[in-house]
């Protein structure tokens, strides 16, 4: 998906440590759930597969964070991770981050643009 764009939703639909977007990217040749959050003011993309074993965050449809609204967490088994940088705070994700998306907010709109780790 290097190289191209895709439009995920308005801005509006993202209020700072509330419900995420749902959307699907390609991820070594196959569909991959994902979803974007606003959190300190900024979009934030993730692959919606848990580190420490690849079953989606989500509590309910758009739901990661936590409940004071700081950290996402992983609905099945509590591994808990930092909603800016997706870093690996605690439980069983073993300091293992979730995989990063780019995503660019402008004119009103949010857009998916790659993978963080892409060159």
């Known amino acids: 998906m290097a190289g191209s764009e895709r439009l ?3 801005s509006e ?3 700072d440590s509330g419900r995420g977007v749902r959307f699907e990217v390609e991820y070594f040749g196959e569909a991959a759930p994902a979803f974007v959050v606003r959190h ?3 979009a ?3 692959l919606n597969r848990c580190a420490h ?3 989606q965050l989500d509590w ?3 739901e990661f964070f936590a409940a004071e609204g700081r950290d996402l967490i992983c609905s099945t088994h509590g591994a808990v991770y930092d909603a800016a940088s997706g870093q690996c705070l605690g439980g069983p994700c073993n300091r293992i981050p979730l995989v990063k998306l780019r995503i ?3 004119d009103g709109m949010v857009y998916f643009t790659g993978f963080a780790d892409e060159r």
């Open 44 to 46: 934030h993309g993730y």
């Open 40 to 42: 300190g003011g900024r």
């Open 60 to 62: 309910r449809d758009g």
């Open 104 to 106: 660019e907010e402008r």
């Open 53 to 55: 074993m690849a079953l």
């Open 13 to 15: 639909a993202l209020v």
């Open 8 to 10: 995920i939703c308005a």
